[in-house]
């Protein structure tokens, strides 16, 4: 895109007839301040722990591996340089809440969350005793740190997730105890295979599966999806996906990295609808952060089709027991000529153990399926949908999607895309201030505005983007989020207009 506007992000603002609200910022924790928190919460022997695991990871250990070894044992290439380093006040704003809250006019911010770096990983540690110890104490120390800049900045708690109770005790902690309203989820937890733990458990770190908490989990979340509403905390889910499947180049961090937090948002997005989550907890809202909205879009379109061609009234269409055998026999007579001549037999009438034993040309489900998988075939089950419109309440409503400035495919969710039954995924502006991608943390939101420059957002639509959606992410449900902030009387008014029932009296 190219920007008509020749405007800094402060006079975009100061354009506006609305506040800017910055769903996705993010701060580069100092370590030597965290690990003084970790001792005070934990002790100076998990201060040690801590150390060693972060010296002791398999990311880390790419530095001192030689190539060969990279690939013998697949160890990704980790990400690098994930900072400004050649503009000296980003880096230092970056690490300076006061600094980023004396920064937000120049931004063009008029609130901002501030997400983590270094909490990324410790939500995904494997460790328990160090998990639970190093995410009290970020979560302590974020309090700490931001505690003074409330009107203007609030930070999320890093939540784990390797079992519903960790996650409760750890929100109960952030809300009750620190004061903290947000919340950063392990939305994908990586768990060793069980039949590897027991065949060859010194494999068990190569071979895991991810349980992305709504579908085919080990545990049961919906106590801690019970919690969430309960406090009046939307969960926003930032996992990262690199190092993973087909996100393992030993060699190319960026193959790693593009589109990961989109791969990892898809993956619990689909978990919870088809987990039946977003069926079972209507009033709960979800932050898919970072990754964008094209992605969404393409899951929305996929899933109203796929319901419309496997839905359970329709999915016995597609039984390979209702296939005439004795004219595709004919069929294969006519058409197939030698090759297929005496292919197309029943299993139980091969006497040769000839190719058929591999099953028919035509899969046969009569005696081949158990009831228990019988029972399967009806993969939208959890979802109890009755029309393909549903797909909408339960997809599109609970979830926001954290987009950045420089995407050109955020105007797909203003109508950049013509959905089914016209829907519109709720797009929020994030600016990723602190990483790699932002060089000038003043020119995001001048950047963002470009699609409003070039026709493809309206001014309503950018409000959307910028106010609207995230606002209603986190006060729709609870309306005291913005509560002694300066958009406090802005953000009533919005709630008083879109869900007059949440409003505060």
């Not at 800017?20 to 301040?33: A, I, K, N, S, Y």
């Not at 768990?191 to 545990?219: F, K, M």
């Amino acid at each position: 895109m190219t920007a008509v506007s020749q405007r800094n992000s402060s006079e975009i603002r100061d354009s506006l007839d609305h506040p800017v609200v910055d769903t996705d910022g993010h701060m580069m924790e100092h370590l030597p301040v965290f690990l003084d928190y970790l001792k005070e919460t934990a002790g100076s022997d998990m201060v040690k722990q801590f150390v060693a695991k972060s010296n002791d990871t398999r990311e880390n250990s790419w530095h001192v591996l030689s190539p060969q070894e990279r690939r013998e044992q697949r160890v990704a290439r980790p990400p690098f340089w994930q900072s400004p380093a050649r503009n000296t006040i980003d880096r230092a704003t970056a690490m300076l809440p006061g600094m980023i809250r004396e920064r937000l006019d120049e931004f063009g911010f008029d609130y901002a969350i501030i997400y983590p770096t270094l909490g990324f990983y410790m939500v995904d540690e494997p460790d328990e005793e160090i998990r639970r110890a190093s995410c009290r104490a970020h979560n302590t120390m974020a309090a700490d740190l931001f505690r003074d800049h409330s009107e203007r900045m609030t930070t999320p708690a890093c939540i784990p997730t390797h079992t519903p109770m960790e996650a409760i005790d750890e929100l109960e902690y952030a809300v009750n105890t620190l004061g903290l309203k947000a919340a950063m989820i392990a939305n994908l937890v990586h768990r060793p295979v069980d039949a590897v733990i027991r065949t060859a458990p010194e494999l068990a770190g190569y071979a895991t599966w991810t349980d992305c908490l709504g579908i085919d989990s080990d545990y049961d979340y919906d106590p801690f999806w019970a919690k969430c509403v309960e406090l009046g905390v939307a969960p926003t889910a930032h996992s990262r996906a690199q190092g993973r499947n087909a996100r393992r180049s030993t060699t190319n961090f960026m193959y790693n990295q593009i589109g990961h937090f989109a791969e990892s948002g898809d993956a619990f997005a689909r978990a919870l609808f088809f987990g039946g989550v977003t069926r079972r907890f209507p009033e709960l809202s979800f932050g898919l952060l970072e990754g964008g909205v094209g992605w969404a879009c393409s899951v929305y379109a996929k899933l109203v089709g796929a319901w419309e061609k496997r839905n359970l009234d329709v999915i016995d269409d597609l039984n390979p027991a209702n296939i005439d055998m004795e004219a595709l026999a004919a069929y294969f007579d006519k058409y197939g000529g030698a090759p297929f001549k005496g292919k197309l037999v029943p299993r139980d009438q091969d006497s040769d153990g000839g190719a058929s034993d591999m099953g028919h040309a035509v899969t046969r489900v009569d005696g081949t399926w158990s009831d228990a998988d019988s029972a399967l075939k009806d993969d939208f089950a959890a979802c109890k949908i009755t029309r393909a419109e549903d797909i909408a309440d339960l997809f599109i409503k609970p979830f926001y999607f954290g987009c950045e400035a420089d995407d050109p495919m955020n105007a797909a969710a203003f109508g950049g895309v013509k959905l089914p039954f016209d829907a519109k995924p709720k797009a929020m502006f994030g600016s990723d201030i602190g990483h790699w991608d932002v060089p000038h943390m003043n020119g995001v939101l001048a950047e963002a505005y470009e699609v409003v420059d070039d026709g493809m957002l309206s001014d309503t639509d950018f409000r959307d983007f910028t106010f609207a959606n995230p606002v209603m992410l986190h006060a729709g449900m609870n309306p005291r989020f913005f509560e002694g902030t300066i958009i406090e009387d802005e953000v009533n008014k919005l709630l008083t207009s879109e869900c007059p029932e949440k409003t505060k009296g």
